[in-house]
């Protein structure tokens, strides 16, 4: 079995990284807050969570807050392990290639 | 391909501690802290106290305390009011937020031991149990302290465990708890605060 098996495919992309990066260390964490710790668009950020969540990777809260509509995210116990799992993976690859 | 891989874990690293640590308290509100509290302890010393504890004072001992108490008040309302104004200043000029989720975490988790702590105080002082106050604030201080510091960046949790380790001298040694809260709350943050300056200078 080859190193590269353990690159998640679904990390190898910037924002669903970041997604799951910020999850990592927050409980839950807003729509808006992730937006604005990934600079990314509504649209753009939407359906790499989309991804994520198809996955079970991270799951969905929705409540309310005055009556206004607030999404909640958290990751699962799959998603933080695929997420260590990947960053070992990484770590592999670039101690294989400083040798 | 390494260079990818480099990029990608720093990027996680930098996410990681963006949305989960709150940018720290500048070391100058450390300084202002420490001095507020200094002069207080100086008030309190020199024109709060009895200057002769054999003398019998019980007459006007709930006075002592209301002045202790405004004394203390004031210090407090000093050192939040500075820290807050020079927060928010270099937030600005760091074009970073400041209420934001983290912290609302951090205040939150700073809170819980100090309201339970100061609410214990005045519950003992109430029964007139004043001896260990001093070595209680410094106590519970240090707990919140340890307890906010999960949130922030730099070394408040050292600050944290030295009030805390101080308050458990100053229960020892009863009779002697204004100098170690001047110590505690004076001389600590000053110390701290001149280390965090240095550090922020550096940078």
């Known amino acids: 079995m080859s190193i590269i098996d353990n690159i998640n495919k ?49 799951v969905v809260e929705k409540s309310f807050i005055d009556r206004k509509p607030n999404t909640q995210y958290g990751a699962t116990k799959l998603g933080r392990a695929a997420f260590k799992k990947h960053i070992e993976a990484l770590e592999n690859i670039i101690k294989r290639q400083m040798k | 391909m390494q260079k990818d891989y480099f990029k990608d874990l720093s990027e996680i690293k930098d996410l990681m501690n963006k949305s989960s640590r709150f940018i720290s308290l500048s070391g100058l509100s450390g300084i202002l802290a420490g001095s507020y509290a200094l002069i207080g302890a100086g008030i309190a010393y020199l024109y709060i106290l009895p200057s002769d504890v054999t003398i019998d004072h019980s007459a006007n001992d709930s006075m002592i305390i209301y002045y202790l108490i405004v004394d203390l008040i004031l210090i407090a309302a000093l050192s939040i009011f500075s820290a807050i104004i020079l927060t928010i200043k270099r937030a600005k000029s760091n074009e970073e937020k400041i209420w934001d989720a983290t912290t609302q975490r951090l205040l939150l988790n700073f809170l819980i031991p100090l309201v339970a ?87």
């Not at chain 1, 997604?19 to 710790?37: G, P, Q, T, Y």
């Not at chain 2, 805390?164 to 943050?189: Q, R």
Request: charged content about 15%; hydrophobic content about 50%; overall charge positive.
């Open chain 1, 10 to 58: 679904l990390f190898d992309h910037r924002i669903r990284l970041g997604i799951m990066s910020i999850l990592m260390v927050n409980e839950k964490v807003n729509f808006k807050r992730l937006k604005e710790l990934l600079e990314v668009t509504d649209g753009n950020l939407a359906s790499h969570i989309k991804a994520l969540e198809k996955s079970e990777y991270i």
């Open chain 2, 117 to 203: 702590g100061g609410i214990y105080i005045l519950i003992q002082a109430y029964q007139q149990n004043y001896s260990l106050s001093p070595a209680l604030m410094l106590i519970f201080y240090g707990l919140a302290l340890v307890n906010a510091s999960k949130f922030t960046i730099g070394n408040v949790k050292y600050l944290g465990y030295s009030e805390l380790i101080l308050g458990l001298i100053c229960a020892a040694f009863s009779g002697y708890g204004l100098y170690f809260w001047a110590l505690g709350f004076g001389v600590l943050h000053i110390v701290y605060g001149a280390l965090m300056l240095r550090e922020e200078k550096r940078q």
